[in-house]
């Protein structure tokens, strides 16, 4: 019997097998939960369909965050599929590299609205479109980054879509915990991710980490999917509207 025995698992962001997504999906797996996994588009269907028959996963389907129409169409095959489920896990975030790489105060005001849409109202959207379907008991989780509270160079507007998902995650909590589920957001440490790969400082940061955090080393996506396995867990009931930092410790010192 595993942690999450019994429990389903709707897991929305695994791009490849370096994703924090994929991490979680296969911790889950390994402590008995069932899970499914979404892709935006066609182009990522092909790269997420073989990771799903490899997981073994109950069914997948399309999911674009940035298209009204299918919120409603992913409730409609979760329901179709499962009734209703335990656990969504939000690993999505994305901004133009454009808005990465040159000085804050020249972010585009497309850029900005892309960044915080994709990367942050689509916690909102999931919650409502699904909250129907959430078990008692239930869990939301959102993977965030220590951008969203501190400058860090290169992260730009996505610290800023980061800061608006874990408020939007505090604000949901007060909304979902009258039906008895629960919204918390996982601050990763960098990881060599397909998403961090257009941050222009990222080998600093694997660098700094290395040498001035507590543990001296960087984590890894199985590190996350630990703490996603104790926040999809009954072992967290009471848990809820919280960051979980999983970083080696480089927060509580920088």
Request: net charge negative; aromatic share 8%.
């Amino acid at each position: 019997m595993g942690l999450l025995t019994g429990k389903k698992a709707l897991i929305l962001g695994v791009a490849n097998e370096r994703s924090l997504a994929w991490g979680v999906a296969k911790s889950f797996k390994e402590q008995g939960a069932q899970v499914a996994l979404t892709y935006p588009n066609e182009k990522m269907k092909d790269r997420v369909i073989p990771l799903a028959s490899e997981l073994g996963a109950d069914f997948t389907c399309e999911m674009d965050v940035t298209v009204d129409e299918q919120y409603g169409e992913l409730a409609k095959v979760v329901e179709e599929n499962w009734g209703k489920f335990d656990i969504l896990v939000h690993s999505i975030a994305f901004a133009d590299r454009n808005d990465l790489r040159g000085e804050f105060s020249e972010t585009s005001r497309e850029g900005f609205k892309m960044a915080c849409d994709v990367s942050a109202f689509s916690l909102i959207g999931l919650s409502n479109a699904l909250k129907g379907l959430l078990n008692e008991n239930g869990s939301v989780m959102a993977m965030t980054y220590y951008g969203s509270v501190k400058m860090l160079k290169n992260y730009n507007v996505m610290g800023v879509a980061k800061a608006a998902l874990e408020a939007s995650a505090r604000y949901l909590a007060e909304d979902l915990g009258q039906f008895g589920v629960r919204v918390n957001c996982i601050s990763a440490g960098a990881i060599r991710t397909l998403a961090s790969s257009g941050v222009g400082s990222i080998k600093e940061i694997f660098k700094a980490v290395e040498e001035k955090a507590p543990l001296r080393r960087n984590i890894t996506i199985e590190d996350v999917g630990g703490a996603a396995v104790y926040l999809g867990s009954d072992l967290s009931k009471n848990v809820t509207g919280q960051v979980m930092y999983v970083d080696s410790g480089i927060s509580s010192i920088a």
